[in-house]
């Protein structure tokens, strides 16, 4: 039996998330488009052939013909629509951030556990990217004995104007939260954010470093650099007592031409992360099926511990100083 | 409407094979499993939903309820059961090679042909692998001026026992032989094969060494190594008259250990290829749908080029000398 | 005109320079080597040829025929041996630290100002390194636009035992606060030093994590971690507002084994900058001769700096927080 | 005691000669640059702090005030310079190629031999280049097993107009005639001369491609190209029975921009074989203090075993076959 999948949201992830439903999942229909925008919602249903383009989610969630639902609107709709999927006993893969804020985000947990049951997914893909994969096996295989320091590089080409420290916080750097915490298996009890002083944030945007604390010891560091113009580059190392491990971003080729051996970034993130997409896509799926939630998915839990750091790092920039955040205990319904 | 496939052997290929179509190919069907062995059709057919398994093969390609085949069995049986699919009007998919011989190959050549419809497409998966296609790339879009010469090797951990250098030819290189057709657009004139002579065959199998001049001008030459120990290996750099481009394996992180850097090989080509079978199978797929073959697919007259160039090869290494073959022209029925 | 040229200490660093001098330095003659222990100053003046051996530094020193000393000894030794040379008007290249504490390495700036002449040449050696100078390079030559951050990690196969977090910032880090406070031209204004909490100092040492503020605006963020266990390994990534640029160390051969592909590291730092030792040594005999600093030479202010900004790190590790360093003016005589 | 030295040829290599004499050889001294124009030798030698400059390579070669002479005049006037130190009974080192012939090879070798005296040494460098000296250790340690195969890469970024193939082996080829040879320890019995078609010799020059078959049984192939464009680059790989080495060219710094990740490649091969030539004139200086040739250094025999493969290489060219040479016996001299 097919699971029938609304995508909400036709904007570029929107947009990706169809095709891979379309194109790469099968055992999944694309049975909705749902975008505020008619011509565009229309434009994503013809080019992967769902069979329906809607403008309104809380219809597109309610429809009966519709089993599963791809959250992939504006960050502030996040929520609300999560609730509602809930509400409707429906499953949802919900794009990052779960909420913008840790009050809505426990919202979102408190509407899930009281319905007992997890379909809700985020979707910090990289858990599904195989380099992250490895790099976590290093560790829990014992080959690089316990963790020390882990070493997190977000760059893109180019912000939008206006980007500030705060949105590099708050939007870029979430993937790196949940990554570290997910290879790292802990939870974060400070932040320390640094920003260089002699860049005119108008032309370089506005770079941040951090330094997170953990509950169970190493530390981890992110410079987030969305106006890093080079490329779009993600790297990570994670230093062990005896080793340490890389992510090899995968580059199909390797070019020799006006004296330089060289390689090519991608301009954007979607080449970089193709495969953890759909290995995630393909995750959901299976876990809508088996009614079993993948274990190394995302929850909710999860997306509230991105935002909880996120507004710590927040304090720690504008007040500059190391923000210090309680011990959490995940709950059982998340463990 | 679904494309309801018949996986004919269920080998490693034809398991992969399964695999890929139960898994990553929306809009196909794992109909039927086929195998001379009871037990691993149903063994294969149970772990990947196909509707049924049966033993033979020709019953398989007449089922009223299969659409397409994909012909995964012994070398041997390539070429009569891709004559079967031809005679029952159903595309198929075949492993390479098309047959040991190339009068085998032109028999299918001419059933084809005849029939009128190219409905055949042949495995030679390196064609959809994307640092091929990056390296045709740099051809096409004269990032590196004309083509001048093209260096392949092809490195497996061990091969069977008793594996001779004529295997290598025959059984190995067709690879090499369609990548670098296929990259260059042109055909092969002459063939040197080479053999290292200090190496006791028993021990290291029989590597081979060959040189292949073109009919448009660039050189090509292969290493042919199936006992090189160390792991699973394809390289090709192409040379142009500005600049050059080689291959980059997929590789998901990097390691220090042990006072080394290291990044790790597979033990076979499926890690290597995953990406370019995925690709390749959705092509042929496309190409049901559609009835459009692929562009870039190999075709039974590739196939028959690969098993006339390996003849020459065959025969070189008993001679030991430099054979030439007439130029060909290809039918209009496969440009 | 040869210079001769007394070697103070004959551990590891004394030998390595007295083999430079006899065997990489035209021009220069090895005359004495001096050591507490007088079979191990007799040792390495036998190894490479040296006129005589003796034990007394100060006696070194004052030799009619010696012209310039080498500082070698033990740190504690530096300063009181700088000292000596500069009362006797003599050059002296010395080791790092020029002091363990900023006290002492102001007397010996007062000393050297009082007397008129820069001939004292400190041991910070990696600014002769090729890799730095690419780097530097990158910045002068507007290549990567203005510096933004700079990362930088030291890594050693193992610590003597019972070393310390306050080790690893006053004995290794220095290399790392003047390499950096190099390329940048700058200087630092605050400290903030992070430890991982997990790990038990008598197994894995005492990694650090310092984020560095500077007066020209670039983050400054080093990781030493003395008991890496892998290898030697030093990096350093220099990120500008348009590109970034990276350390690479010099590696000779590539190996293909068991699964692995891999580079070695060395198990010290002496493979690693023995071009940087051999290129300082050689710009220091040339100051000699022509009695001209050279300008990329660390001066015994570039010392002091690196002994502050230790003592500010040993504070910040001590109390847990940042600790800002008033701005400095770089005396006119060492400009 | 200083050895004198007298550089016979003050174009590019005589002029790096000079200034490593000069600047990295403690224990030499430049005594003379001689050079058929005056100003020329007159402008080395000033640069190099050299005694003298003559016109006359004779006379250099008889002053009483020279006790060794490096012969990197052109290439026809190399043997009979080497003749007339043989009967001076001066050391040399020559550049290659020792003579155009393998008949002038000879009458070099029967004086030397008469003379008694193995003085000669040949300027193969690349046997002191630390990446060809691991590939050999590979093989001397047992680290890959027997050698199988030897991949070599010679690419130049632009060869003089009207160049030809015969000049790219007689010219080009014989650094990697000597070095595969000198790795390998053996000789070679037959080479195959290849070329791309395609390719108006104008514009690309004369790319050539060799397959060698050698005494002991590894085969070696070259790839010489001397219009590559893109940069000196010389790759080489040998391939064991169970792993295989390559060379590492030394590359200082990785730059990010623009979308590429690169490395940069030297123009001209000084950068690349920088610290082959130093080591090479090192060994050659200790050899003639010590009256010990270094093992490792080329003789007049190893020179005219890479002029008789390349006169092989042409007649193959010219013939288009496979020219065999006859089993050599190295004479005990050279042993």
Redo the contacts between chains.
Sequence with gaps: MSIRIAVLGAGIMGTDHARII???????VLQLVCDASPDRARGVANAFGAVDAITDPLAAIARPDVDAVLIASPDETHAPLALAAIAAGKPALCEKPLAPSTADCLKVIESETKNGRRFLQLGFMRRFD??Y???KS?LTGR???????M?NIHRN?EAPANFTGQMAITNSAPHEFDAARFVLDTDYTAI?V??????ETT??GA?V?M?L?TA????V?I?I?N?????Y?VRSEL?G????????A??????????????????DWRPRFAEAYRLQN?AWLDAIRTAMPSPIAATAWDGYCAARIAEAGVLSLAEK??VTLPRLETPSFYR
């Design positions: 379309a194109r790469d999942l099968p055992g999944a195989p380099s994969g490895e790099m290093a080959l690089i004995g316990k963790a020390v320091m070493h080409v320390s640094f920003q260089p002083e002699n860049i032309r370089i770079p470093f330094v604390e169970s010891g190493p530390l560091n410079e650099n106006n890093a113009t080079y490329g580059d230093v007592e005896t080793g340490a491990v890389q992510l090899a995968p580059t199909p080729a390797r070019f020799d031409l006006a004296l330089q051996s060289f390689q090519r970034y991608p301009a393909r100083r190391r």
